[in-house]
């Protein structure tokens, strides 16, 4: 089945404590892309990947980290989570940046 | 940096009712457009999406969409909704950076909460 997956669904954790949230997509698609999702700013870009060799920043890249070393996988690293670093992050995939961006289920973090 | 407008906020309709959701981007070139939704609990899936051609783009679940360019607008719109709807609507669109060439970004909207009453 074609899809995105992201581990771990859900993570409470503490402050300064460093994660990573993987994601991984078996579509062989070239464009993958981290997302937050906070009520009332709909969703925002925190980076992206163009390709395995090009990577950018989205609107939101502060506290962030990523590494494209394959194709398929777009771990985020939170190198020192912060309280405001608490929402709903979605990983997604496409075959190019123009084409429709495949979703995963989202990893809901809480910062305390 | 480009911006997604969606005007509404909450949108609460009655079954039956017909549907239009606002949205303006600011891109002045071309662009890719897109509509998403998002079922209470679930991950964002696609409506529909507008690349080139006819304007007026139809999707699943009896949505279409109409891109004016002259308005910078991509409205979507359902002409009876059910109770199947109630979900989170996001207009999304897909432009070049202002950094360095070759860079594209998708840029969604703050997204419109429809209800629909049975």
Redesign the interface.
Known sequence: EAQVTQNPRYLITVTGKKLTVTCSQNMNHEYM?W?RQDP??????IY?S?NVE?T?K??VPEGYKVSRKEKRNFPLILESPSPNQTSLY?C?SSLD??D??Y????TRLTVL | AQSVSQHNHHVILSEAASLELGCNYSYGGTVNLFWYVQYPGQHLQLLLKYFSGDPLVKGIKGFEAEFIKSKFSFNLRKPSVQWSDTAEYFCAVNAPKNSGAGSYQLTFGKGTKLSVIP
């Open positions: 892309s997302y009332g700013l709909g969703l925002r870009q992206y163009m090009v950018d989205g609107d979605f997604a940046w123009r429709t961006q979703f995963g289920p989202g």
